[in-house]
């Protein structure tokens, strides 16, 4: 019941853009706050941005800062991750998720292959 279904991903060159989205259903969305992860091949997950289940806060790994921006609509149960300037090192696959710290919860979705290449 419980799905979140990341879309927009794809090639862009370096220096592009892409704005990737994530669809929720089965759960109370305005409860969750909602992140974005990514996994390169060869390196560990990380957590690149974050937003509270109402919007009001933000935050982002360093290597992201100035060039990715989340963003959610709690009226469509969606959430947003723009990346602008996308450099080599942003070629990952990203993962959306959504959690709440009580009771704890956490989904996770099946993830979107995001692709820099010139």
């Known amino acids: 019941q419980v799905q979140l279904v990341e879309s927009g991903g794809g090639l862009v060159q370096p220096g592009g853009s892409l704005r990737l989205s994530c669809a929720a259903s089965?759960?109370?969305?305005?409860?969750?706050?909602m992140s974005w992860y990514r996994q390169a091949p060869g390196k560990e997950r990380e957590l690149v941005a974050r937003i509270t289940s109402a919007g009001g806060s933000t935050n982002y790994a360093d290597s992201v800062k100035g060039g990715f921006t989340i963003s959610r609509d709690n009226a469509k149960n969606t959430v947003y991750l723009q990346m602008n300037s996308l450099k080599l090192d942003d070629a990952a696959v990203y993962y959306c998720?959504?959690?709440?710290?009580?009771?704890?919860?956490?989904?996770w979705g099946p993830g979107t292959q995001v692709t820099v290449s010139s």
């Open positions: 998720t959504a959690d709440r710290s009580w009771p704890a919860a956490m989904y």
């Open positions: 089965g759960f109370m969305f305005s409860f969750y706050a």
